[in-house]
């Protein structure tokens, strides 16, 4: 590669543009001092990349701008181009000619770069200098004065010096990034052996849980397919077992219901009897008393009557001798007491057939009160069984849910599983007046077995689980998610005081305040109305704006769109209702079959009491009316009698006073006894009764006994059995996550009960015995083991690398070992002649300070000029130092040719005869190497192939022209005179 054009324009002190061409050799730069020579130098390695400003003798970059001088004014910007012919290719750029530039503006720092006019990084540059050799660390530029540096140089420099002319830089660089590169690379793998080691511990427990967890899971599945068919197969035994037993308990249930309303209506009825038998007595006891009084009385007054008549009937039959007159008086005595008892009985006849009528009438009511109450206790019983089967139904409805969507059932049959966040349907939680049934029914609709539940990813769940036991679907309201809805206040002013405005949806229900904001959000914006007319009129009052509905349903939604017509409740709402009252309907129904039956048996033993009077005293009528013919007829013959003695007819005059006596007593004798008679009928009956009672009584209550008993051991195997259900359906849903349903279909028992039995048994205890397992180690076991692989490869590659480096590190130093003794041993062969032939003889050589460390070690010279042993270099004249710089110098660019070399009056210290010398080595190396010499000296100047003149003619602005030996050297002359 050849330098061929150097053009600079603002750089220093060319201010005009100043353009040199060179054609290979050695080119000589002439001039005086200060014209700007050595800024050629400057320019060059400005290009070449140089970025210390004190290398090229300024402060800062902006030095390298021209700075104006008296005439010129300063510019902004430097520019300065080089042109290479790369016939040879030494630069791997794709021209045979190319062009570098930099440039720098005023101001701005920023240096721009230029491969043939193209912008180009400072990199790009760099590259180049360092690809041909012209970078500024080598000797391809030795500036003004610094040649006895290469003789001064500590032995690390020169050590720098020799590796570039070993070439080794390259390697070196190459080695600094490889040793860079095994830094890093040992580094990470460091990082890397800590992690493997860090998961190699974690690893050992997780493949020991993982395998736990394994064997947990699999138990566990077999344990499902087992347990779930066997759940399943025990849970369709005990429902039937169930439905069987809850028959049976129930007809139990009706049976003791039964026999205990029994027990309790003879129970009263006995208690009545008794304290009815036990009034009764005391009244026969009175009246006895009361009797015995009359019949000692009677008794006296029936002697005294009775032996005065017999006097009379004596003085009459004539079996005691009396006057006739005594006899007729007798006879009239007779007649008048037979009279009196005649009329008496008459009498007393007539009262006792009115009597008889009064207690018949009596009877009638009796029969007609009982019978009324007997309708009303068998309407009453008719109701009581209507109620009591129309509750089972509801209770059978209710706990059924058949009434519900399948989903909605679903759910509510697995509620456990969701515990406490899962509240019920919205018809379960809202209680609602009898009243408003039908209006609510009308605006929730399906609302109503909407199921509530606590925030939306419960309902995912539950949606989930749904999906996966094809359970049906269902509507979810997460209380979390929905807001209270309102009507606005303006408009409740309006329509508060119209009449038929009932209220507020969302105020005429209840429900507990936790789910204050479900019924607000619900119901908080209905408004409800007494009829559909009303609800029109609302409705317009509210601008259509709010749902309106009717106590019967009607519905007007907002907009207007109005739905109305007869309505069923759809019997999910009101249910708990419905059994409430009927619930409140049925002690009350009980209660009146119970009083009716009390009351029907106390008007029975009434009637039974008057019957049997009415029969006494109608014993009596017939007995009296029997005495009364016979009395009669007596009368009749003694009145004859007496009529044909006296010669008169009989007038009834004279009662006499024990006539009317005995005759009231015998009345009341005869009353009091029917009254005793009946009463102590009455008592008998009684008594047969509380008999009857007693002993119906306690054979109800044996019988009931009996029941309970049989009832008891149904209700526990029933208890057991609800236990069993209740339990495995838990068991189903919360641990198995299945429905009954889709349990059925999807398991079945492949092995006999007990075996299977034996199987779960078995595997539950295998998998208690596993103890705590960590299911998660299944996952975490294989994410570390997968992590662990893959950084373990990581490992390896590192490992791999590190040897690649190492190895690669250890063929550098080999190949840089190599090339610096070779250069070396090439370079002391050339600095040896070179001195020789420059001091006249002699011997020069540089060597390695420490040979152990060819890698590192500082180079130094042994120079030895003819007849001299001087140690210490810097010892050496200034003359001396340059000849052995500029031998060691030659020396190099023999062993490695440079492409270019700028030497800027290194020669200046040399003797004449040693200029020569110089030059002479110049001509000597140029075939190789092309030489730009800045110089002051003849022996140079006359020895070069082409010469620059360098002049200031304008002041302060450098311009060159090319120059001819002679010329050059009356240019030189005229400078030295
Ligand atoms: P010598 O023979 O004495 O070594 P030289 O010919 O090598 O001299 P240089 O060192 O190349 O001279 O040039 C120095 C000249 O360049 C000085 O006159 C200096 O004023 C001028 N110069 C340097 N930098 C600038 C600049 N930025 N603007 C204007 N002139 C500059």
């Known amino acids: 590669m050849k330098l061929i054009k150097v053009e600079a324009e603002g750089f220093k002190s060319f201010a005009d543009k100043i353009s040199l061409s060179f054609d290979g050799g050695v080119v000589g730069i002439v001039g005086p001092n200060g014209s700007g020579k050595s800024n050629i130098n400057d320019a060059i390695r400005w290009v070449l990349g140089e970025q210390s400003s004190k290398a090229l003798r300024g402060d800062t970059m902006d030095d390298v701008i021209f700075s104006g001088s008296k005439t010129e004014k300063p510019m902004d910007k430097s520019i300065v181009t080089l042109t290479f012919d790369n016939s040879d290719g030494e630069v791997s750029i794709p021209h045979k000619i190319f062009t570098i530039s930099r440039v720098l503006e005023r101001g701005k720092g920023n240096n721009t770069y230029f491969i043939n006019d193209q912008v180009v990084r400072f990199k790009d540059i760099r590259d180049i200098a360092y690809e041909s050799g012209i970078s500024k660390s080598s000797l391809a530029i030795i500036s003004q004065g610094t040649v006895s540096d290469i003789a001064q140089a500590t032995p690390e420099q020169r050590r720098g010096i020799i590796e570039d002319a070993a070439g080794t830089s390259k390697y070196k660089s ?32 997780l493949e020991k849980q993982s395998e736990k967890a394994q064997i947990y899971i699999a138990k566990s599945n077999e344990l499902k397919e087992v347990e779930v068919a066997l759940l399943v197969n025990d849970l369709l035994h005990y429902k039937e077992r169930v439905e069987i037993l809850k028959n049976e308990i129930d007809g139990f249930q009706e049976t003791k219901e039964d026999l205990e309303q029994k027990i309790q209506i003879d129970e009263q009825k006995l208690n009545d009897n008794l304290e009815y038998k036990k009034n009764l007595d005391e009244e026969v006891i009175e009246l006895s008393k009361e009797l015995d009084q009359i019949n000692e009385k ?149 609302a109503v077995q909407h199921i509530v539940v606590e925030d939306s990813e419960t309902a995912v769940k539950i949606i989930e689980f749904l999906k996966d036991n094809n359970g049906g679907r269902a509507t979810f309201i997460p209380l979390s998610s929905i807001s209270s809805k309102e009507i606005k206040s303006e408009y409740l002013v309006k329509i508060r005081t119209h009449s038929g405005f009932i209220g507020i949806a969302s105020d005429l229900v209840s429900i507990d305040p936790k789910f204050d904001v479900l019924v607000n959000f619900l119901l908080g914006n209905v408004i409800v109305v007494e009829d559909i007319k009303i609800a029109n009129e609302i409705s317009h009052l509210v601008d259509k704006k709010y749902l309106v509905v009717s106590l019967d349903g009607d519905l007007i939604r907002p907009g207007g769109i109005m739905t109305g017509g007869t309505k069923q409740n759809s019997n999910i709402l009101g249910i708990e209702n419905q059994i409430e009252q009927i619930k409140n309907i049925i002690p009350q129904l009980e209660e009146i079959v119970l009083l009716a039956s009390q009351d029907i048996s106390k008007l029975e033993s009434l009637k039974g009491e008057r019957q049997s009077y009415i029969d006494q005293l109608t014993i009596e009528f017939v007995k009296n009316n029997e005495k009364l013919i016979s009395i009669k007829e007596k009368f009749s013959s003694l009145k004859i009698d007496y009529e044909s003695h006296s010669q008169e007819k009989f007038k009834e005059s004279n009662i006499q006073s024990i006539d009317v006596e005995l005759n009231n007593y015998r009345d009341k004798k005869s009353s009091l006894s029917a009254t ?35 009832f008891s051991d149904k209700a526990t195997e029933k208890t057991k059995a609800d236990f069993y259900i209740n339990d495995a359906n838990k068991r189903l849903s919360e641990h198995y996550h299945l429905t009954f349903d ?49 950084i373990y490869k990581d490992k390896v590659e590192l490992e791999e690398a590190k040897r690649i480096i190492n190895e690669a590190i250890a063929e550098m130093d080999k190949i840089i070992i190599s090339r610096i003794n070779n250069t070396m041993d090439i370079v002391n062969e050339e600095f ?65 040719p440079l492409p270019l070399c700028i030497l800027d009056e290194v020669e200046a210290a040399l003797d004449e005869a040693n200029v020569v010398r110089f030059a002479e080595f110049l001509q000597k190396l140029k075939q190789d190497t092309q030489f730009i010499v800045i110089t002051h000296r003849h022996g140079t100047m006359s020895r070069v192939d082409a010469l620059f003149g360098a002049t200031m003619q304008k002041r302060g602005v450098t311009s060159f022209f090319s120059v001819e030996l002679a010329k050059a050297k009356e240019l030189i002359n005229s400078y030295n005179e």
């Not at 039995?757 to 997968?786: C, F, H, P, W």
Request: glycine share 4%; no cysteine; charged share 35%.
């Open 832 to 896: 040896n002649l070179v001195f020789k032939e420059m001091f006249g003889g002699g011997e020069a050589r540089i060597f390695l300070l420490d040979s152990n460390d060819p890698l590192e070690s500082g180079i130094d010279i042994k120079a030895q000029p003819p007849g001299k042993s001087i140690q210490n270099l810097k010892l050496f004249s200034g003359g001396e130092k340059s000849l052995i710089a500029i031998s060691l110098l030659f020396a190099i660019i023999k062993a490695k």
């Open 174 to 205: 190459k080695k600094v990034e490889a040793l860079r590169k095994l830094e890093k690379t040992t580094e990470t793998l460091d990082k890397v052996n800590t992690v493997v080691e860090e998961l190699e511990k974690q690893l050992k427990p």
């Open 298 to 446: 009677l008794q006296a007054l029936e002697i005294q009557f009775k032996n005065e008549e017999m006097r009379r009937e004596m003085i009459i039959s004539g079996q005691i001798s009396t006057a006739s007159h005594e006899r007729i008086n007798a006879l009239k005595k007779e007649l008048e007491s037979l009279s009196s008892q005649i009329n008496h009985l008459e009498s007393w006849k007539d009262k006792t057939s009115e009597e008889l009528g009064i207690k018949r009438r009596e009877i009638e009511k009796i029969e007609m009160q009982v019978a009324e109450l007997r309708m009303r206790e068998n309407s009453s019983k008719t109701k009581l069984m209507k109620a009591k089967s129309k509750l089972d139904v509801l209770n059978d409805y209710k706990d059924s849910k058949s009434n519900l969507f399948k989903g909605t059932k679903t759910v509510l049959d697995n509620g456990t599983l969701f515990k406490n966040k899962m509240f019920g349907t919205v018809a379960d939680l809202i209680s609602i007046p009898e009243k408003y049934i039908l209006a609510m029914d009308s605006i929730l609709q399906n």
């Open 742 to 790: 889709s349990a059925r279909e999807n398991f079945k028992l492949t092995k006999s009960i007990e075996e299977s039995r034996q199987i779960v048994s078995t595997l539950k205890t295998e998998i208690s015995e596993l103890g705590n397992v960590n299911l998660d180690a299944i996952q975490m076991y294989q994410e570390i083991k997968e992590r662990h692989n893959d």
């Open 676 to 710: 005793i008679k009946s009463k102590k009928d009455k008592l008998e009956q009684l008594t047969n009764v509380i008999n009857q009672l007693q002993k119906s009584k306690k054979e109800l209550e044996k019988s009931l006994r009996l029941i309970i008993e049989s």
